[in-house]
């Protein structure tokens, strides 16, 4: 028996035909699976061992559920979807699997199966930046038609889309589950030393996502705080200039003290004598 697969989201249905939505049994064909090849646009890099071994025992009790489905090229059938059906099965030493060979474009292929992998098992968040990454380059499509396609949020396409501005290292280290991706997320933006320092220590001492968030934001708040205290000397260094100009001008000490937003300037003088000499000077030049 075959059963209906779920709706693989909004939007999908303008992309994929209703006839590749529905399963006709009457196509279904038993094909060898020596004659079966794997779509080298798959965008699954990483395939979980264990997943394929605990599918291959179910398929040993029960057969394979639901059909693969398959394009002709040349004398072999090249996969779109159902490429852990197909290890499984040959795992599970079957000779021929159930399939449903298709004849479609390549931009409906690569949907396909993009979909199929999303909407089944969750790709790890670098695979499924690559992927939408191939549909975006390949077809000249933006980011909101990807997140139609594959029934998610702008929002959370641009996200994962993010990730792979990550040095390669990290994003291994995403794929293999070293660190995650919301980790990942925090250190996004970073100079090349600063990600290298964090990502040692979220591994080392095993770091929440939020007490890596704690620790990039003190780095941020560290950074400002040092930005302004470097303004601030330099505003000091324009100040004891004036200061100098004045002091030579006036013949006697200047102080600048400046607030905020405010500020006042204190002229010395000895006595009397000091003070009207000053001021003469003052009215002289103004």
């Known amino acids: 028996m075959v059963i209906k697969r779920k709706a693989l989201g909004k939007g999908l249905s303008a992309l994929i035909t209703e006839e590749l939505e529905k399963i006709d049994e009457n196509s279904i ?64 030493g079957l000779k021929e699997i159930p399939s449903i060979v298709r004849d479609i474009g390549n931009r409906s292929q690569e949907e396909m199966a993009l979909t199929e992998n999303i909407q089944r098992e969750d790709l790890n968040s670098i695979d499924e930046a690559l992927a939408y990454r191939v549909l975006m380059e390949r077809y000249d499509i933006t980011q909101e038609e990807v997140s139609d396609i594959v029934g998610k949020s702008r929002v959370y396409v641009t996200n994962i889309l993010r990730l792979l501005k990550l040095p390669p290292y990290v994003q291994q280290y995403i794929v293999e589950g070293v ?29 929440s996502v939020r007490e890596t968030e704690n620790i990039v934001k003190s780095l941020k708040e560290g950074k400002k705080s040092g930005k302004k205290r470097i303004k601030k000397k330099m505003k000091e260094a324009n100040i004891m200039h004036i200061e100098e100009t004045l002091s030579e001008e006036l013949g006697t000490k200047v102080d600048i003290l400046k607030s ?19 001021i003469g000077i003052i009215s002289d030049k103004f």
């Open 179 to 207: 660190i995650s991706a919301g980790h990942g997320k925090v250190l996004i933006g970073l100079g090349d030393k600063e990600i290298k320092d964090i990502t040692k220590l979220i591994i080392e001492k095993h770091l």
């Open 260 to 278: 905020r937003k405010s500020g006042k300037i204190q002229l010395f003088f000895s006595d009397d004598e000091d003070l009207s000499r000053i």
């Open 29 to 92: 064909v038993n094909i060898n699976l020596d004659l079966i090849v794997p779509n080298p646009m798959q965008p699954r890099k990483s395939v979980d061992d264990e997943k394929i071994d605990e599918l291959s025992k179910s398929i040993e009790r029960h057969g394979v559920i639901q059909p693969i489905i398959v394009k002709k090229v040349d004398d072999y059938y090249q996969i779109i979807a159902g490429e852990r059906r197909w290890k499984a099965s040959r795992k599970a």
